[in-house]
């Protein structure tokens, strides 16, 4: 899988992110998985772990790990079911920041339960180690909100935003569909670099059907890997 993504063309790699099974599995053995794709990928792609946690002192932890292990960076979400407060959440990041390790703040309500709001994320852009935000608050308006406030890179975190949130500044998309069909992100982002706006739309719009359909299901990846043949 790892080489295949790499073959394909990709940009970058997040082992145990939202899409897969990072919640299914023990932190050694999360851990494992990151340790492997860091070993399989060899410096040719940046590696952005995923090591988001239900606590502060268990997301410190592992993006110490994660460190320790190679990893790029790593892709943190706001603590699940606490509801934290925007002080609180802004804490949360400020620690994790301090193990030294690049953080992409991954700001998700729809997951986390609580966004963060864009002046926290502004605030949070001052600490040393906050380094991107993977936004997937489902609002253009929201990452617009933030790069008015701040010079912090961000990345769409939802493939049905892909091009009009790049189209107004962010830097990318980390993507659910290109899990499975790589080049088929890849032919928005790549048109968005060179200018070419309408090679991106007709890319963003065939991606829209199969998105959903991998969206419906639960865990998304394994499942509609199992129903399909690629």
């Known amino acids: 899988m790892v080489e295949w993504q790499i073959q394909e063309g990709i940009d970058g790699l997040v082992p145990m992110g939202s899409t897969g099974e ?18 399989t990928v060899n410096g040719r792609v940046p590696v952005i772990a995923g090591t988001g946690s239900l606590s502060t002192d268990g997301a410190v932890q592992l993006a110490r790990e994660a460190k320790e292990l190679g990893a790029d960076a790593c892709l943190v979400i706001a603590p699940p079911y606490v509801c934290a407060s925007q ?6 990041f400020r ?9 992409m703040i991954y ?23 906050i380094a991107a935000l993977k936004d997937a608050t489902d609002s253009v308006t929201h990452a617009v909100d933030v790069m008015a406030l701040c010079d912090l890179p961000v990345v769409c975190g939802a493939d049905n935003l892909a091009l009009p949130m790049m189209a107004c500044g962010a830097v990318g998309v980390m993507s659910i569909l290109s899990n499975v069909v790589p080049s088929r992100v890849l032919a928005i982002t790549k048109a968005m670099e060179k200018g070419d706006i309408a090679a991106a739309r007709k890319a963003h719009q065939a ?19 199992c129903r399909f043949s690629w």
């Open 107 to 129: 700001d998700n309500p729809g997951r986390a339960g609580v966004s963060l709001e864009p002046q926290t994320i502004a605030e949070l852009a001052k600490v040393p180690g």
């Open 207 to 225: 991606n829209v059907s199969p998105k959903d359909e991998i969206s419906s299901i639960v865990p998304a990846l394994i499942c509609f890997s």
């Open 87 to 92: 002080r609180g959440l802004y804490e949360h």
């Open 95 to 103: 620690r994790v920041a301090s193990v030294g390790l690049p953080v």
């Open 22 to 39: 990072n919640t299914l599995v023990s932190d050694e053995e999360r851990l494992q998985v990151i340790k492997t794709v860091i070993k």
